[in-house]
């Protein structure tokens, strides 16, 4: 497997691009940001913020980005038998909707810095690894839209609140990230998860706080801050809540 090309693009006067024997490589691109509309082959698709294309070798390709229109992309030109591989073991798909592109995006932009550096004075063992890390975590996210049967909204939704769950969030920040009022989010996530936005963010902080009481020698206090609980009165209380123990003696249990 070879890295021929991966980079950032953004586009804020218009954008097209038609190869109609397509790349001599492996395209795959991800919208961070805005929106546009592409062709493979004869099929056309709406790109929005987490769309996601494969567009093999010599085939149709066509992306159009409107004049006065921001789009920002990530993407990828591949050669090598271990993408195709694992594309064709995902049914070859050529667009995909992802959940969240916050960790891939990360991941993403390391590789693409490494890929800058002169080819000698590159790590290419940690490209390869970047690179499968971020076709692992799309293979994840596109298993879950079949395996999981709830809108891909709800599921934004709680990737939103993993992602953030230790920082400062509100019902608000949540539904702004998928255009939803508060209410309207509100009663999606709880129909198709039996949870509040809020009890579904105190589990992920409750499951941090146990991680780090397991593998930190920070106090309950640190922890209870760092996990975004504000204070250990309030950290003590849902957590004894949660698991029937205080935090000091599960700590102690384990």
Known sequence: MHIDHCSYSSHTDGYHDLRRDGFDHFLIRVQTEGKGETTIR???????QGSIIFVPPNTHYELTIEPNQLSGDYHLLVTGDWLQRWWEKL????????????TIVTLWRLLSTENLRPSHEQNHDLNTHLFKSIMLMIE???????????????????????????????LEDVASAVDLSVSRASHLFKDHTDKTMIQYAQHIKLE?????????????????????FGNYPYFHRLFTREYQ??????????
Do not use: W
Not at 42 to 48: A, F, G, S, V
Not at 91 to 102: H, K, N, V
Not at 148 to 153: A, D, E, L, S
Not at 208 to 228: H, R, S, V
């Open 208 to 228: 941090a706080a146990i991680n780090q009481m397991k593998y930190t020698n920070m106090t309950l206090e640190q922890i209870a801050f760092t996990c975004g």
């Open 140 to 170: 994840q996210e596109i298993k879950a839209r079949h395996s999981i049967q709830r809108p891909f909204i709800v599921t934004r939704m709680m990737r939103y609140i993993e992602e953030h769950a230790l920082e400062p969030l509100t």
């Open 245 to 254: 123990l205080s935090p000091s003696k599960y700590r102690k249990s384990h």
């Open 42 to 48: 004869k099929n056309t698709y709406q790109l929005e």
């Open 91 to 102: 049914d070859r798909p050529d667009f995909a909707a992802l959940s969240s592109t916050d």
